[in-house]
């Protein structure tokens, strides 16, 4: 048997769990680690600028791909400045394994230099941590830390591992363990087959159905299954923040997201729904509005891998533990075998309605801002730019703010995955990284970060890895030269007193940035320009590209639900209510 | 209304903390805890109690269910269970008429006296919570000097065992 140190094993380990790429950043206690790292070629190491990025990049890279993905940092700073990222991970579900280096054992609880308590720190941002106390510990460790990230509910692991245990001095046999059990973990993957018939028999008799589905369906890759059901059964359905791409946004049975700043037509569809069959998502507060007004008259059907999730926020009529990809697939087959179909009069009567709220109020049918002209720039109209010469094709990472909300309204995702978004947590700053993550596991594919003047100053050194790894992100910078979703609340709620949400003057002149890291800017202050500078941006195929757009800094995102109200309550614009 | 759970528990380095973190983290109160190898080394029996009503009770239930380190989780309020906790109790009893009649509040609890000095008794008592509670008020106006409670302990009655 093969015998290799601590340092060693750690990167042996990866390279048998199949892992590629890490994003990390060197420190003391870690440096062992990366001296293994150093000596081998299987797995690449990309270095980044702050540890945060680090974390976004793999959480990135494993939405774009479904992998898990892979962060390494040290002790102390190198942990904690991770940890943004790992609850970012957390509250989306996503698969990730974290390596944090740690002082020595013997150092542990001295308050040593560089020395923080990661296990404890992180606790309730993971779905599992790890202190690995042996060498001979590793490998077995790390194979469970991946097999937990990427089973049931995915979530970021943390393994930390102190120093002494990568002592280059001590060797130990290594072995990659075949398969990993644990008993005290087994999810559920497969649903009660009884519940599952009584979800599909309710579906089938309901008179006004909606599918709500969330980021599950993506995180499971249920995609197709979803499609399926649907457009078997002809019902309208709507995607959460995270789901979106998981159905088709240009079919005609897609009704828009749904919830805090969901269409008109979602949302009032969800508030007058007799039976909402929710799949892999959460009753997230930013959906539901008030849970007392919460869908009245509606029959909840609700699959999720976490029962967890089930009656937490909203009590569900049908609860159905399983991952949506094996539900979803007997839903089908049980569909199949019964002989009933859908109430074609009262589902086409239900179209009528609802086709009625498009026309009327929705924001597709019409263009319900004012438009853009001269120098002032909608940002819906920049969303729609970018989508036209994307082709509707790009993954669109995005930080957190109003050119949120536009790029999920605006750029109509048709697949899943090519949409990367803080949902959950609401992280300024994870946009540029993910972008990076994006762009490293799809070279050729075209990578756009949305974001605001506020956030990318969150994460902006990045612009830095981005060029140490041939990394060409376009990043599109809808720039109102104000926090503007805060401004938004507090032009609706503070009769606006912009408190701390302007800063104008003192914001730095982007182009000559970009310039600055060896990339593209290019500034954008005239609609007329848009279209071609969108174009001229995307031909600079190998380059980073910062386009700097002026957009109007008194737009507000609408619809915009009411406080206090129920699904349908929506301010559809400054003047009117639903 | 007052709820007994009960945990198999890997026996791991912060495997309590996580129990205890969830019901901070998620507005959740713990009244008592108590937690013990059991005969297999590898595994913490954790008893702990709780107050919520059914929804909230599921919710912990399966939030605790939910750590990767427990292995069983069962509220023991929803079935019939035998519910035991330990006190020692130490009561000013220097007056020869106070220890007599101490002395005879103990047995009516059936408790025992397991120390005893000049001026003291300290009394030992098991039993439900509010069996220990209602000792506590008959003694409370001798002069109790210190309470100690082991928090409570529960197992089900009857077939049902709580295994790997």
Known sequence: ?578 | MKRIISILLENESGALSRVVGLFAQRGYNIDTLTVAPTDDDTLSRLTLTTEGDDQMAEQIVKQLHKLIDTIKVVDLTVGSHIERELMLVKIKASDPEIRAELKSCVEIFRGHVVDVTASTYTVQLTGDSDKLDAFIDAVREIGIMEVVRSGVSGISRGDKFLRV
């Open chain 1, 1 to 578: 048997m093969e015998h290799l140190s601590g340092g060693e094993i750690v990167i042996r380990a990866l390279k048998d769990a199949g892992v590629k790429h890490v994003w990390g950043y060197p420190g003391g206690a870690a440096l062992h680690i990366y001296d293994a790292l150093y000596r081998q070629e299987d797995v690449e190491h990309l270095l980044v600028r702050h540890e945060q990025a680090a974390v976004h990049a793999a959480d990135g890279f494993s939405r774009s791909t479904g992998e898990v993905g892979t962060a390494l940092v040290t002790s102390g700073p190198g942990a904690t400045n991770a940890i943004t990222g790992i609850a970012t991970a957390y509250m989306d579900s996503i698969p990730l394994v974290v390596i944090s280096g740690q002082v020595p054992k013997i150092k542990i609880g001295q308050d040593a230099f560089q020395e923080t308590d990661m296990v404890g720190v992180s606790r309730p941002i993971v779905k599992h941590s790890f202190l690995v106390t042996r060498a001979e510990d590793i490998a077995e460790t790390i194979a469970k830390a991946y097999y937990i990230a990427s089973t049931g509910r995915p979530g970021p692991v943390v393994v930390d591992i102190p120093k002494d245990v990568t002592d280059p001095n001590h060797k130990v046999p290594y072995e990659w363990p075949s398969s990993v059990k644990m008993r005290s973990y087994q999810p559920t993957n497969k649903g009660h087959r009884g519940q599952v018939k009584r979800a599909v028999k309710t579906l089938l008799a309901a008179k006004k159905p909606v599918i709500y589905s969330g980021g599950g369906v993506i995180i499971d890759n249920a995609s197709e299954q979803l499609i399926k059901l649907a457009q078997r059964l002809n019902y309208p359905v709507t995607n959460t923040l995270m789901g979106l791409g998981a159905y088709p946004a240009t079919d005609r049975q897609f009704i828009g997201m749904l919830g805090m700043h969901g269409t008109f037509e979602a949302n009032t569809a969800m508030h007058e729904a007799d039976v909402i069959f929710a799949v892999g998502a959460r009753f997230d507060d930013r959906v539901t509005n008030d849970l007392d007004k919460f869908c009245p008259n509606a029959t909840i059907i609700h699959i999720d891998v976490d029962p967890t999730s089930i009656s937490k926020n909203i009590n569900a009529h049908i609860p159905v533990v399983g991952t949506c990809t094996s539900v979803l697939n007997e839903m089908l087959s049980i569909a199949d075998e019964l002989d009933t179909k859908p109430d074609a009069k009262a589902i086409k009567d239900w179209w009528a309605k609802i086709d009625q709220w498009r026309a009327d109020k929705g924001i597709y049918t019409a263009n319900r801002y004012e438009p853009s002209s001269g120098d002032v720039i909608k940002p819906q109209d920049v969303i729609k730019a970018l989508y036209k010469e994307t082709k509707g094709d790009a993954f669109i990472t995005s930080d957190v703010g109003q050119h949120q909300m536009f790029a999920a309204q605006y750029y109509m995702f048709d697949k899943p995955r090519r949409w990367i978004n803080s949902g959950g947590l609401g992280t300024m700053g994870f946009g540029l990284p993910a972008a990076m993550g994006v762009q490293l596991a799809y070279p050729e594919a075209q990578v756009a970060c949305v974001t605001g003047e506020g956030s990318i100053q969150m994460c902006i050194q990045e612009l830095s890895t981005c060029s140490q790894y041939n990394l060409p992100i376009k990043i599109i910078n809808l720039n109102n030269s104000a926090l503007g979703m805060v401004r938004q609340w507090q032009d609706m709620n503070y009769s606006s007193r912009y408190s701390q949400s302007l800063y104008e003057d003192s914001l730095p002149d982007f182009v000559a940035l970009a310039e600055a890291y060896g990339h593209v800017g290019i500034k954008v202050t005239r609609y007329e320009d848009l279209e071609e500078k969108m174009r001229e941006c995307f031909a600079l195929k190998d380059r980073v590209v910062f386009m700097d757009i002026c957009v109007d800094k008194s737009e507000h995102v609408y619809p915009m639900q009411i406080p206090g109200g129920s699904m349908g309550d929506l301010y559809l614009n400054k003047a009117e209510k639903s």
